[in-house]
Structures are given as structure tokens and as C-alpha cells.
């Protein structure tokens, strides 16, 4: 069994192993540049799990930015019966793709 863990990342909880790859809600950084997520809930590397209270102490994922695309386009229509009135709003989610490179335990 490889390693894994349990992290906090965009408002929620993600489970992660080397080369895994998350859409979120759009983080600062450059694409290509690194990004540490040191909100780990849990870890597991084949043996033993650490278990946080709430965040696991000196534990980190290092995550790679590869780009920052939108999301699909949702379309939000509203209208009231009988009064000619409606209305159309639209929305696309800016998002940020990354990539797991390593999970580190201190």
C-alpha cells in the first residue's frame, strides 16, 4: 500500500497520493511554481497513520501548479409566474489544477 493523506485544501477534503490531481478553487501562483499544503488531516505511509488534532504537527504536501483553467458554465434561470419577468445569470469558476509531488512526515 503507498502512501497517503487527508488534506484540507479550498474549503474541502481531499485524499492524496503521489501524482494525484486536484481542481480547486483558483490559488495564487504561477504556473509551474510549487505549492505547500501543510492542512493535513491525516497521513498514512504503509504501516502507521497519524491522525491530526485537527492538522498532523511538521507534515506537508508539496503540490505542482499546472494551470489555471475555468470551469463548465452554469447557467442560473429565474422567473416569476404570470408577471413577464425572468431573469438569466451565468457563471464559470475560475479553478486551479495541481498535481501531488511528495508527501513529507517530520
Same mark, same amino acid.
Given at each position: 500500500? &503507498?502512501?497517503? =493523506?487527508?488534506?484540507?485544501?479550498?474549503?474541502?477534503?481531499?485524499?492524496?497520493?503521489?501524482?494525484?490531481?486536484?481542481?480547486?478553487?483558483?490559488? #495564487?501562483? @504561477? *504556473? %509551474? &511554481?510549487?505549492? =505547500?499544503?501543510?492542512?493535513?488531516?491525516?497521513?498514512? #505511509?504503509?504501516s502507521t497513520i497519524q *491522525?491530526?488534532?485537527?492538522?498532523?504537527? %511538521? @507534515?506537508? *504536501?508539496?503540490?505542482?501548479?499546472? &494551470?489555471?483553467?475555468?470551469?463548465?458554465?452554469?447557467? @442560473?434561470?429565474?422567473?416569476?409566474?404570470?408577471?413577464?419577468?425572468?431573469?438569466?445569470? %451565468?457563471?464559470?469558476?475560475?479553478?486551479?489544477?495541481?498535481?501531488?509531488?511528495?508527501? &513529507?512526515?517530520?
Open positions: 500500500m &503507498s502512501m497517503y =493523506a487527508i488534506v484540507e485544501l479550498g474549503g474541502r477534503q481531499w485524499k492524496v497520493e503521489p501524482g494525484t490531481r486536484l481542481e480547486i478553487n483558483r490559488l #495564487d501562483g @504561477a *504556473v %509551474g &511554481s510549487e505549492h =505547500a499544503v501543510e492542512q493535513v488531516l491525516l497521513t498514512h #505511509d504503509g *491522525v491530526g488534532q485537527p492538522y498532523v504537527k %511538521g @507534515a506537508k *504536501v508539496i503540490c505542482e501548479v499546472l &494551470s489555471h483553467p475555468r470551469g463548465p458554465k452554469v447557467i @442560473a434561470y429565474k422567473f416569476r409566474r404570470r408577471e413577464n419577468w425572468r431573469k438569466t445569470v %451565468g457563471h464559470r469558476q475560475q479553478l486551479t489544477t495541481l498535481v501531488v509531488k511528495e508527501i &513529507s512526515v517530520q
